[in-house]
């Protein structure tokens, strides 16, 4: 145990290796050991020396392990409750023409590595959206992508997806379906958006203008950006209120 514990250095935000584990056991006089003899220990104990993940510890962070519990219970509750509404999940995916999995001989030098617009065939984009009965009858969308990244995701937008939810998804979903997806950018377009420091003063204050915040001309650009601060309204999210017209249900963004 004190072994195991001594490896959670990564919540001193510190890099563990054995040469750094094996310093600590014996500073702490836990257990002084060769360096195979501590590989074979860790081993045993279930870790593996791999890429770092950042996103472990910040998916334990308190805000949000508070928001994945309110999500969780809103899930639950209307499960358990005794008129449930039909949950619907939707995604995207990419697929290139040829299957390609993206793996190819390599060594350590650069060159090996094939670049994005070294896979074979074209990419394409797939939306679609599903029930725990199977994936939803004439909401698949597949569309040819002509960006070259390797992220599929800027070959979506919010304008693809709003056409896709008002042509395709909503007229085949059950009503008032509650309704998953994930937090990606052009699920996140917001309507409402508040000026920031990046804003120049006159956008500054024509928003306080429209959220009729009174205002005298003469504050500094902090001042201004202190009062929108003071009177930012809930984020409005495109997409949310595209469901809310159809009076589809509630909309809540996955960790």
């Avoid at 890099?15 to 195979?36: G, M, P, R």
């Amino acid at each position: 145990m004190e072994v195991r514990n001594t490896v959670y250095m990564y919540k001193e935000r510190k890099h563990v290796t054995l040469h750094t584990l094996k310093d600590q056991l014996k500073t702490k006089e836990i257990v002084s050991l060769s360096t195979k003899s501590l590989a074979t220990l860790v081993k045993n104990i279930g870790f593996k020396f791999r890429k770092d993940d950042n996103r472990r510890p910040l998916v334990e962070r308190h805000y949000v392990a508070l928001m994945r519990s309110m999500f969780l219970k809103k899930y639950v509750d209307n499960l358990v409750s005794s008129t449930p509404r039909p949950v619907v999940f939707l995604d995207e995916t990419w697929i290139y023409v040829k299957g390609n999995k993206g793996k190819s001989w390599q060594n350590d030098s650069v060159k090996s590595v094939r670049k994005p617009e070294g896979y074979d065939g074209k990419r394409f984009i797939i939306l679609h959206a599903g029930t725990e009965n199977g994936f939803i009858s004439g909401a698949s969308l597949i569309f040819a992508s002509n960006n070259k990244l390797a992220d599929y995701r800027a070959s979506m937008n919010s304008t693809k997806l709003e056409q896709w939810v008002t042509t395709q998804f909503f007229p085949n979903i059950p009503e008032k379906s509650l309704i998953l997806m994930d937090n990606a950018p052009y699920h996140s377009v917001v309507l409402n958006k508040a000026p920031t420091m990046a804003s120049r003063k006159q956008t500054i204050m024509d928003w306080l203008h429209e959220n009729n915040v009174n205002f005298s001309t003469d504050l500094t650009k902090y001042q201004f950006l202190d009062l929108v601060k003071r009177n930012k309204p809930e984020k409005k999210y495109a997409i949310d209120e595209l469901i809310k017209t159809h009076n589809l249900g509630f909309r809540k963004r996955l960790l």
